[in-house]
């Protein structure tokens, strides 16, 4: 399995990847609303189904999850 089919369904696998790569990515595999997220940024911590979540520093995602 190559990277980019390892993030296909899994909200989680997206660390280490450049934003840019991460949200196309996403788009290709269905996510319905990606949201990039900068340090410090302030979120509303509602889930929605089907959103992507991108905690990225220095254009670089450090963590991912649904919601």
């Known amino acids: 399995m190559t990277g980019s089919d ?3 369904g899994d909200a989680e696998g997206y660390a280490g990847l450049r934003i840019e790569r991460a949200q196309e990515l996403a788009r290709r595999h269905g996510w319905a609303s990606v949201r990039v997220l900068e340090p410090g940024a302030m979120i509303t911590m509602e889930h929605r189904e089907g959103r992507l979540n991108l905690a990225v520093r ?3 995602v450090e963590r991912s999850w649904e919601g």
């Open 6 to 8: 390892a993030v296909a």
């Open 58 to 60: 220095a254009g670089v």
